[in-house]
């Protein structure tokens, strides 16, 4: 069975600042994708970026970005010039790319606190 | 209208009450989805929806039962819970499509009394 981990229950950054978020998976598989949502306190979960596995170039949305080492298994979230509004709970989430429902397995989230 | 509706947004309930949690996309998706969280656990998946039916049940209990009638709708009928059912339950969906984002409602946040 896939696994996500994300070891840091919290972290904090200043505002203006970059955090670096981690997340580790294991899977046996080689077509798969995964993903950052942000949960804020409104409880919903909003997408903040995609990485396909067989693309080995790393996703960007703006001022998020992702490191993806595919052979590592690791896949970490970089805020760059962080703001208020970026203070929520981060979770990784895999998925296998089977060609039928998303089903995601997630990590058990980061805390990010932004402070001034 | 926002994309994933969930009502109600609290629910307390006794153990020995029935209810129902509803989920309403306006996205177009074909596939729907119950997922549980829990506090310090990772999101646990429930149930999935594709094209009305069901693909998957993960080892959930009969006392949560699903349904959904149609690729819009899904609901999550409650009864005889227990304490530790106390979540916020979230419903999403997506496309029936090859790593096709899932887009998520606001979640219920249970109470099991």
């Known amino acids: 069975a896939q696994t996500v981990t994300q070891s840091q229950p919290e972290m904090s950054v200043q505002e203006a600042e970059t955090v670096t978020l981690s997340c580790t998976y294991d899977?046996?598989?080689?077509?798969?994708?995964l993903f950052w949502y942000k949960q804020p306190p409104s409880r919903q979960m909003i997408l903040v970026i995609r990485q396909e596995a067989y693309k080995q170039q790393n996703a960007t949305e703006n001022r998020f970005s992702v490191n993806f080492q595919k052979a590592a298994k690791s896949f970490s979230l970089k805020i760059s010039d962080s703001q208020l509004g970026d203070a929520a709970m981060y979770f990784c989430a895999y998925t296998l790319n089977t060609g039928t429902a998303s089903k995601l397995t997630f990590g058990t989230g980061t805390r990010l606190q932004v402070t001034l | 209208e926002t994309g994933v509706t969930q009502t109600p947004r609290h629910l307390v309930m006794g153990m020995t009450n029935k209810k129902s949690l509803k989920c309403e996309q306006h996205l177009g998706h074909n596939a729907m989805y119950w997922y549980k969280q829990s506090a310090k656990k990772p999101l646990e998946l429930m149930f999935v929806?594709?094209?009305?039916?069901?693909?998957e049940n993960n080892s959930v209990p009969s006392r949560f039962s699903p349904e959904c009638p149609n690729s819009s709708h899904l609901f999550l009928h409650l009864h005889t819970l227990q304490p530790e059912d106390s979540a916020l339950y979230l419903c999403?969906?997506?496309?029936?499509?090859?790593?096709?984002?899932?887009?998520f409602g606001q979640g219920t946040r249970l109470t099991v009394v």
């Open positions: 929806y594709n094209f009305k039916e069901q693909t």
């Open positions: 899977t046996s598989e080689s077509d798969y994708y």
């Open positions: 999403a969906s997506s496309h029936l499509d090859r790593g096709t984002e899932a887009f």
